[in-house]
């Protein structure tokens, strides 16, 4: 099975701040990645697919980059709304999820 | 508008067996593979396996082989999740999802882009 290690597991951060995550894969996966968002309470989001491409209704302060086995979710400038859990997951192999990364507010 | 409509909250025991139901709407619901994902309380997604409506095939989570059947009745556009010999640590919220899927540079991708509300499962004695 494909695993999926996201770091850091927590962040906190402040309004206007640029945040990075990272995703890494136990093995290549070419292009196959998706993120998420998740609020407490609601069901997660698409945010990004393909590793990079940006999700219909997603505000461009989103982006996604990387291939293989790394990859970063970058929010350019964060909003109040987007402090949440962010999952990646794989599709190369059957469907797995990151262990997630909370953004709080700082 | 495009729509998954879950059934409402179980309390089953220890043994039991639990069916959660997904209602789509909006959508040709044949045309897409659905998928099963749960949340432990606190915890992470866990995928479970997805149902080819189509043609009623299905592709299960290792973890899940044995316990887990998924079904649909396409006369209804409602996808079904039963799972059996519940324990206590498949107390969580069960979740149906779209598959949706895009041509990229040159290749399909594919992502869940359209979620139910979700399904509180609770296992106690």
């Known amino acids: 099975d494909i695993q999926l290690t996201q770091s850091p597991s927590f962040l906190s951060a402040s309004v206007g701040d640029r945040v990075t995550i990272t995703c890494r894969a136990s093995q290549g996966i070419s292009s196959y990645l998706a993120w998420y968002q998740q609020k407490p309470g609601k069901a997660p989001k698409l945010l990004i697919y393909?590793?990079?491409t940006l999700q219909s209704g997603v505000p461009s302060r989103f982006s996604g980059s990387g291939s293989g086995t790394e990859f970063t979710l970058t929010i350019s400038s964060l909003q109040p709304e987007d402090f949440a859990t962010y999952y990646c997951q794989q599709l190369n192999s059957w469907w797995t999820f990151g262990q997630g990364t909370k953004v709080e507010i700082k | 508008q495009v729509q998954l409509v879950q059934s409402g909250a179980e309390v089953k025991k220890p043994g039991a067996s639990v069916k959660v139901s997904c209602k789509a709407s909006?959508?040709?619901?044949?045309?897409?593979?659905m998928h099963w994902v749960r949340q432990a309380p606190g915890q992470g997604l866990e995928w479970m396996g997805r149902?080819?409506?189509?043609?009623?095939?299905?592709n299960y989570a290792q973890k899940f082989q044995g316990r887990v059947t998924m079904t649909r009745d396409t006369s209804i556009s409602t996808a079904y999740m039963e799972l059996s010999r519940l324990r206590s640590d498949d107390t969580a919220v069960y979740y149906c999802?779209?598959?949706?899927?895009?041509?990229?540079?040159?290749?399909?991708?594919?992502?869940?882009?359209?979620w139910g509300k979700g399904t509180t499962v609770t296992v106690s004695s």
């Open positions: 999802a779209r598959e949706g899927q895009q041509l990229v540079r040159l290749y399909y991708y594919y992502y869940m882009d359209v």
């Open positions: 393909a590793a990079s």
């Open positions: 149902i080819n409506p189509n043609s009623g095939g299905t």
């Open positions: 909006g959508y040709t619901f044949t045309g897409y593979y």
